[in-house]
């Protein structure tokens, strides 16, 4: 039987201002089960004071926090472990947790979209360009890619993992793929599975977003920037780190958690295993 609201896993990481003014507009949305997601930083006891009261208010399902920042490896141990609920639904969003939407139509225009035309695989909501940091960051205006193509309902356009819905059969499939054969959760390696399978990256016409991190880099002195310039993005993002992680839920109307360890060597292991057997198929 299906579970007419929209499974959504939000990932939200260190600033804690952004991610209030991000999570409060989403929170808007009633047809959306909310599952934040929390990458350990500095902020994140201020972090979760505030999720906690959102959980007490049920405006989200779960709030599970990680004892490291281990990047977008957080989005495959929740979906891995959350792959029932995605299954008993016609739909799942998936997105960072640092966007907001004025247009408080934008999940029906994504779904309109993935409803109409079974071509498009997946659906993001449009960036603002208003607030990119050209100041510092010159080579900003490419970091949105250029469209290819304009529907009239859509616009073909490669993303981030910005407030993306998918139909949840889909996404499933996507996601086994990228288990068995090593890959990691990155918009990368999604672009490259959509464009071999002849389908289309889209991006809604109405509804845009805006990206509140860009307000921070246009400060090259804040803490974030400089954690981030620090290392190369390869080096954030790519990687085998596993860690533990709680989750917190109310449950008739009592707040309860509970802990769970993650195989990090096991998944690191297996990652490599899969990796190095395509090599080795694509050499024969």
């Given at each position: 039987?299906?579970n007419?609201?929209?499974?959504?896993?939000?990932?939200?990481?260190?600033?804690?201002?952004?991610?209030k003014?991000?999570?409060?507009?989403?929170?808007?949305?009633k047809d959306?089960?909310?599952?934040?997601?929390?990458?350990?930083?500095?902020q994140?006891?201020?972090?979760?004071?505030f999720?906690?009261?959102?959980?007490?208010?049920?405006?989200?399902?779960n709030?599970?926090?990680f004892?490291?920042n281990?990047?977008?490896?957080?989005?495959?141990?929740?979906?891995?472990?959350?792959?029932?609920?995605i299954?008993?639904?016609?739909?799942?969003?998936?997105?960072?947790?640092?966007?907001?939407v004025?247009?408080a139509?934008?999940?029906?225009?994504e779904?309109?979209?993935?409803?109409?035309?079974?071509?498009?695989?997946v659906?993001?909501?449009?960036?603002?360009?208003?607030n990119l940091?050209?100041?510092?960051?010159?080579e900003?205006?490419?970091?949105?890619?250029?469209?290819?193509?304009?529907?009239?309902?859509?616009?073909?356009?490669?993303?981030?993992?910005?407030?993306t819905?998918?139909?949840?059969?889909?996404?499933?499939?996507?996601?086994?793929?990228?288990?068995?054969?090593?890959?990691?959760?990155l918009?990368?390696v999604?672009?490259?599975?959509?464009?071999?399978?002849?389908?289309?990256?889209?991006?809604?016409?109405?509804?845009?977003?805006?990206?509140?991190?860009?307000d921070i880099?246009?400060?090259?002195?804040h803490p974030?920037?400089?954690?981030?310039?620090?290392?190369?993005?390869?080096?954030?993002?790519?990687?085998?780190n596993?860690?533990?992680?709680?989750?917190?839920?109310?449950?008739?109307?009592?707040?309860?958690?509970?802990?769970?360890?993650?195989?990090?060597?096991?998944?690191?292991?297996?990652?490599?295993?899969c990796?190095l057997?395509?090599?080795?198929?694509?050499?024969?």
């Amino acid at each position: 039987m299906r579970n007419k609201k929209i499974p959504c896993f939000v990932l939200i990481y260190s600033e804690s201002n952004l991610i209030k003014n991000a999570l409060n507009n989403l929170v808007q949305n009633k047809d959306l089960d909310i599952y934040v997601i929390e990458n350990k930083s500095l902020q994140s006891s201020e972090n979760q004071l505030f999720c906690l009261d959102l959980l007490h208010r049920q405006l989200i399902t779960n709030y599970i926090l990680f004892d490291e920042n281990i990047s977008n490896n957080a989005f495959e141990v929740m979906i891995k472990r959350y792959k029932e609920r995605i299954k008993v639904a016609e739909y799942v969003l998936v997105t960072d947790g640092d966007l907001t939407v004025q247009d408080a139509n934008w999940l029906s225009e994504e779904v309109e979209i993935l409803n109409k035309h079974p071509e498009v695989f997946v659906c993001g909501v449009k960036l603002s360009l208003q607030n990119l940091p050209l100041k510092a960051f010159p080579e900003s205006k490419s970091w949105v890619p250029e469209p290819t193509n304009t529907h009239e309902a859509y616009t073909e356009q490669l993303s981030g993992i910005h407030l993306t819905l998918w139909r949840s059969k889909e996404f499933i499939a996507l996601f086994e793929w990228m288990q068995s054969h090593g890959k990691p959760f990155l918009d990368g390696v999604i672009h490259q599975y959509c464009a071999e399978r002849g389908m289309k990256w889209a991006v809604t016409r109405q509804a845009e977003a805006v990206h509140l991190t860009w307000d921070i880099y246009a400060d090259l002195e804040h803490p974030y920037v400089k954690a981030k310039l620090s290392k190369p993005l390869h080096k954030v993002f790519n990687h085998n780190n596993y860690c533990a992680y709680t989750v917190y839920r109310v449950e008739n109307g009592k707040m309860e958690s509970s802990r769970h360890g993650t195989l990090s060597i096991f998944n690191s292991i297996k990652r490599f295993v899969c990796a190095l057997r395509g090599r080795l198929q694509a050499a024969k």
